[in-house]
């Protein structure tokens, strides 16, 4: 599948926005299904958005549904989550991952991992 890279986080204040990017490297980056996940301080990894490959198919955790959205640019080997109106409670590791099948915020259909890329939201 290749590897995975993601970019975009930082440091924004509460009601700001963010576009985070997951660069694929390899020939095979449109043929899967891919999600976003995210692991805060002291809590487990949950799943996010997922996108299937085409992008004609999404799905949100409840949480980021209005908020959050994801995409995907497969000539260019890049997956995308925009996150709109952040709140503290969105900090957290950001983390982009393959999946094996259909869409699925499942972190046991993930199949490679990026190493994340942090966003942190101050009040």
């Known amino acids: 599948q290749g590897q995975l890279v993601e970019s975009g986080g930082g440091s924004v204040q509460a009601g700001g926005s963010l576009r985070l990017s997951c660069r694929g490297s390899g020939s095979t980056f449109s043929n899967y299904a891919m999600a976003w996940f995210r692991q805060a301080p002291g809590k487990e990894r949950e799943g996010v958005a997922a996108?299937?490959?085409?992008?004609?198919?999404?799905l949100y955790a409840d949480f980021a549904k209005g908020r959050f959205t994801i995409s995907r640019e497969d000539a260019k080997t890049t997956l995308y989550l925009q996150i709109d109106s952040l709140k503290p409670e969105d900090t957290a590791m950001y983390y982009c991952?393959?999946?094996?099948?259909?869409?699925?915020?499942?972190?046991?259909?993930?199949?490679?991992w990026g190493q994340g890329t942090q966003v942190t939201v101050s009040a």
């Open positions: 991952a393959f999946l094996q099948g259909f869409p699925s915020l499942r972190q046991s259909d993930a199949i490679t």
């Open positions: 996108i299937s490959s085409p992008g004609g198919v999404t």
